[in-house]
């Protein structure tokens, strides 16, 4: 369940363009718990916090909350149109870009420009969990997943 509040704009709370619609801006309050989880198509589990397409903003990117398995990854893909940038929060593991394996741990981000391949491996014994903002905001028709049979 989350909350949307449409606050008068001379109220003493600040906003910023995106949010705001005429003499009103729009406030949204949401707990993560409320929000339901789902295997996206890299195989990685995922929480959609805020998304232009399905919240009422007009923002340039998306944000998830993802959450890999120990022994677990992604599979290898390559969003077209959008820049990537991870946020860990916990646990540790590796991104594989263009087949380049970098360590990463909670505490640290990695950026992924558009077009690259890429690939997020839990090498803990604990989950990877990390957030994932997308700009511009996460489209299935610009991105390719590699799958298991080698086919894209």
Request: hydrophobic share 45%; net charge negative; proline share 7%.
């Amino acid at each position: 369940m989350w909350t949307v509040r449409i606050i008068p704009k001379n109220s003493k709370v600040n906003t910023r363009p995106g949010l705001t619609a005429g003499l009103f801006f729009m406030m949204i309050h949401k707990k993560f718990a409320d929000i339901k989880a789902f295997v996206a198509g890299d195989d990685t589990h995922l929480k959609e916090l805020l998304h232009p397409k399905n919240d009422p903003v007009d923002l340039p990117y998306s944000l998830a909350l993802a959450k890999l398995d120990p022994g677990c990854a992604s599979h290898a893909h390559i969003l077209k149109e959008s820049d990537e940038l991870y946020v860990f929060q916990e646990g540790r593991g590796e991104v594989i870009l263009n087949g380049a394996v970098i360590k990463v741990e909670a505490n640290q981000l990695f950026l992924v420009p558009a077009g690259q391949e890429q690939y997020v491996r839990n090498t803990g014994d604990m989950p990877l969990v990390f957030y994932c903002i997308v700009t511009p905001p996460w489209a299935a028709a610009q991105e390719v997943v590699q799958v298991d049979d080698g086919s894209k």
